[in-house]
């Protein structure tokens, strides 16, 4: 353990860090999150999730991604949306479940 502790020493010895206390009311963007209401944070009303499962057929980086899944951290899987009839991917690799959004021109 030591011997971990003196190298990872060694190698943060070049670099210069300098830590500084912002007050919050400088850091603006943070300050009007701290703000907003949350009742005045809109969802889009509708999300047409079948165009979403049919640009998932054709997206061609979900295809390299289904095709050589080594070669990315993304664990995806297909996930029934009961409602909707179609299935969706999903990445599987954490506690939530992300859904694959697909680049549409």
Do not use: G, W
């Not at 943070?30 to 049919?54: G, K, V, W």
């Not at 990315?72 to 009839?85: E, I, N, T």
């Amino acid at each position: 353990m030591l011997t971990k502790a003196i190298a990872s020493l060694d190698y943060i010895s070049p670099f210069t860090i300098v830590i500084q206390h912002v007050k919050e009311i400088d850091i603006v963007f943070a300050d009007a999150l701290s703000r907003i209401n949350i009742a005045t944070i809109e969802t889009p009303s509708h999300i047409d999730f079948q165009e979403m499962a049919n640009n998932q057929k054709s997206d061609k980086e979900l295809s390299e991604i289904l095709a050589h899944p080594d070669k990315s951290s993304l664990v995806l899987q297909p996930f029934p949306m009961d409602d909707y009839a179609i299935e969706l991917y999903c990445d599987v690799a954490f506690n939530r479940i992300p859904t694959f959004v697909p680049e549409v021109d």
